[in-house]
């Protein structure tokens, strides 16, 4: 099959579009290539697997609720406590598992000294489950 030719007067113009079908019948064998062979390439080991029935074990971790009025007054669940007492019984609760949410609530006059000194008392105790409890903005 000739594109062109040099007699001018039989000849057709030369063709100028790319021809396809090669290009289709290519694409066509490399994906029945691939079909043959992408089963080949899965290597699973056949297991008989024991069979068993279970449940999610998910324990609630106790929340403690720690509070620090305009004075500096600790309190513990709205009990009154020192800062040596609430630094035991934050080591007490460190050693528990799971460990608590320690829920810290802090008046916005105290000083930061007070919050301060909780926040150290409970990264020595280990605690690490410690959160903020705050107020939304009404506008």
Known sequence: M????????????????????????VMLVLLVIFIVTAPL???????????????????EPERIDFAIDAAGVRFWNGEPVS??????RLLAEGKREPQPEVHLRADQTVEYRFVAETLADAARAGLTRIGFVSEPETR
């Open 41 to 59: 390439l899965t290597h699973s080991v056949k297991l008989d697997l024991p069979k068993a029935d279970s449940q999610v074990n998910r324990l």
């Open 83 to 88: 800062r040596d007492e609430a630094a035991q």
């Open 2 to 25: 000739a594109f062109a030719s040099f007699d001018r007067k039989s000849g057709s113009p030369p063709m100028s579009d790319i021809n396809m079908v090669p290009l289709i019948d």
